[in-house]
Structures are given as structure tokens and as C-alpha cells.
Nanobody, 125 residues
Framework: QVQLVESGGGLVQAGGSLRLSCAAS????????MGWYRQASGKERELVAT???????NFADSVKGRFTISRDIAKNTVDLQMNSLKPEDIAVYFC???????????????????WGQGTQVTVSS
């Protein structure tokens, strides 16, 4: 079993900062891309930022210059630093990871997409 656990959401004033963290644990052989997605009320889930195992990053246009993403390969963690937050950033933020895992007993290896439970980010204007 693989789990992704997020932390760091909350309420902040416009222009403020928050840092989200996500830790992957369980039956992990390796992790390819990790990232953050968000879903605002009544809208579809959208990409915020991703980072590959090699450190290549990708950001949604709406967050470029304000958000940064980083990861610790050894600890299986990914962080999202969010600066200059705006009311339009309000959403539930989900951690995502492409993880090579294995079945019980280790007989079968496979890659799958895993999601965290989500953490709420609210920005007051």
C-alpha cells in the first residue's frame, strides 16, 4: 500500500504565503514525477506544478513566478511554496505522485498514479 499525506493548508490573507508538504510512504520502489493539483469549488481539478525525479519543473501559467516546487528524493517528499496568494488560488490542493510499487509478496511490480486526500487553501481578500 502507498499513502500520500499532505499538510500545510489553511487560511491566509491575500498577498501572504503558505507552504504545502506531501510525504509518500508505504510500498515504494521509486517515484517518478510528483506534483500538486488543485480543485476549486464547482471546477475541474487542474495542474498547479510538477517536478520530475531529475528536477525538471512545470507550472501552470497562473502560478508562475509566485509558486515554487521542490522535492526530497531520499525522504519521498514534495513541497509547494506559495507566495503572493490571491483569492483565485482558493481550492483544495492535492498531492500526486507516479510511484513504482509492488504487490504483497513483491511478485509483481507496477507503476501507478497516487493521490493525497487534499488540503484546503483559503485566501481572504
Amino acid at each position: 500500500q502507498v499513502q500520500l499525506v499532505e499538510s500545510g493548508g489553511g487560511l491566509v490573507q491575500a498577498g501572504g504565503s503558505l507552504r504545502l508538504s506531501c510525504a509518500a510512504s508505504g510500498s515504494i520502489l521509486s517515484i517518478n514525477t510528483m506534483g500538486w493539483y488543485r480543485q476549486a469549488s464547482g471546477k475541474e481539478r487542474e495542474l498547479v506544478a510538477t517536478i520530475t525525479s531529475g528536477g525538471t519543473t512545470n507550472f501552470a501559467d497562473s502560478v508562475k513566478g509566485r509558486f515554487t516546487i521542490s522535492r526530497d528524493i531520499a525522504k519521498n517528499t514534495v513541497d509547494l511554496q506559495m507566495n503572493s496568494l490571491k483569492p483565485e488560488d482558493i481550492a483544495v490542493y492535492f498531492c500526486n505522485a507516479q510511484i513504482m510499487t509492488y504487490t504483497t509478496g513483491g511478485h509483481y511490480k507496477y507503476q501507478a498514479n497516487f493521490w493525497g486526500q487534499g488540503t484546503q487553501v483559503t485566501v481572504s481578500s
